[in-house]
């Protein structure tokens, strides 16, 4: 083991706080969290509590911690927080010769005070709050933008945990999620606008600050419970990212840089597929056959279904009135918004209201 982290250490040299394309490649040996965990040690400007499992960083380009927890074979947590003074690509490397079983499974918050780009997830432009879930060995990127402040947290679970431990699991079987893991799908990436996962983030930061072994590993043991649970009930019906076999970059980017646009445009109005088409250089037939490829939904749809999530996050803000709303999305009257809102959530707007005050 000792041998494969320092040909990892002397291999990824080249890559460690180098800047590509204005982006400081920050890299990971990633068959399993194991490495990860002992890879981080190795690396320049940081320091490692063995009690609390901590790598702390501090230099010029980032800050933070990370905490890396094995609570039984098969079944890691992980927490990290951290402040980007660079724009930051967390870059994952896989040893060919080593096994590589772990599923990831996280939960990413990540602001900024400008409220511009937060981050890149395999090309896809993400704001705030969002889930991931990787197959083993699934090729993965992200970009952290200048000035973003990163809360990420979830699990490593290796698929002989999978088999005994996860289809006891309640509400597992016959859940989208199943259907995830048993399938063709290497990752799914969503975005969250109910930001109904904010409790596990507050539980983990206190977890990881609790001195005495037993009682945190009895705390992450639960808090795991409920970190899977939670994922299982968000899961999406329609995966916002599709990945098989056939997966070809140059489209990726594409439809990456058209769902930008569209998530832009939420407060405005729909752009028109010819202006996306003419934006990425294909046609517009393309442009929907392929878009619907990649995100499960036609363009259109994607932008209402989207419109509509964000409305959902305004309601229960209840710091606009509903016929605001209507006007801040653009669909005219408090009529035309109703209407469409009933349609996707078979519910209307005041109920949603009702719900969160009650």
């Not at 083991?1 to 040909?7: C, G, L, V, Y």
């Not at 999620?177 to 990752?187: C, D």
């Not at 405005?268 to 934006?279: H, K, N, T, Y």
Request: aromatic share 14%; net charge positive.
């Amino acid at each position: 083991m000792k041998f494969t982290i320092n040909n990892f250490l002397s291999k990824i040299n080249k890559y460690s706080f180098k800047i590509k394309d204005g982006v400081c490649v920050l890299p990971f040996l990633a068959n399993s969290p194991k490495l990860i965990f002992d890879s981080m040690i190795g690396l320049p400007f940081t320091k490692y509590n063995d009690s609390m499992k901590c790598h702390s960083v501090k230099n010029i380009f980032v800050t933070g911690d990370s905490y890396f927890y094995e609570l039984e074979e098969g079944l890691w947590v992980y927490y990290a927080k951290l402040n980007n003074k660079v724009s930051f690509e967390h870059k994952l490397f896989y040893d060919d010769k080593l096994p590589a079983e772990y599923y990831v499974l996280s939960y990413n918050i990540v602001t900024r005070e400008d409220n511009k780009n937060f981050a890149l997830v395999n090309g896809i432009s993400f704001n705030n709050y969002s889930w991931n879930v990787l197959k083993p060995k699934s090729v993965s990127s992200v970009i952290y933008f200048k000035g973003t402040k990163i809360k990420t947290m979830g699990l490593y679970i290796s698929e002989t945990w999978i088999k005994k431990k996860l289809v006891r699991q309640n509400g597992y079987a016959n859940s989208y999620f199943e259907t995830f893991i048993n399938g063709l799908v290497k990752k799914n990436i969503w975005q969250e606008y109910q930001h109904g996962a904010h409790q596990i983030n507050k539980d983990i930061e206190k977890i990881v600050q609790l001195q005495e072994l037993n009682e945190r590993k009895l705390a992450l043991h639960e808090w795991a419970n409920n970190f899977i649970n939670l994922l299982i009930t968000n899961y999406p019906t329609n995966h916002h990212l599709q990945e098989a076999s056939n997966y070809d970059a140059d489209v990726h980017r594409k439809m990456a840089k058209v769902e930008n646009s569209l998530m832009k445009n939420l407060l405005g109005v729909f752009p028109g597929i010819d202006v996306l088409a003419e934006d990425v250089s294909i046609s517009p037939t393309k442009l929907k056959t392929d878009f619907k490829n990649f995100y499960g939904e036609p363009v259109y749809q994607y932008y209402l279904n989207k419109k509509l999530d964000y409305a959902t996050t305004l309601l229960k803000a209840k710091q606009f009135k509903i016929k605001e709303i209507a006007i801040i999305l653009n669909y005219g009257n408090e009529g035309n918004f109703t209407r469409a809102f009933k349609t996707r959530f078979n519910k209307l707007p005041s109920d949603v209201r009702e719900h969160k005050s009650s």
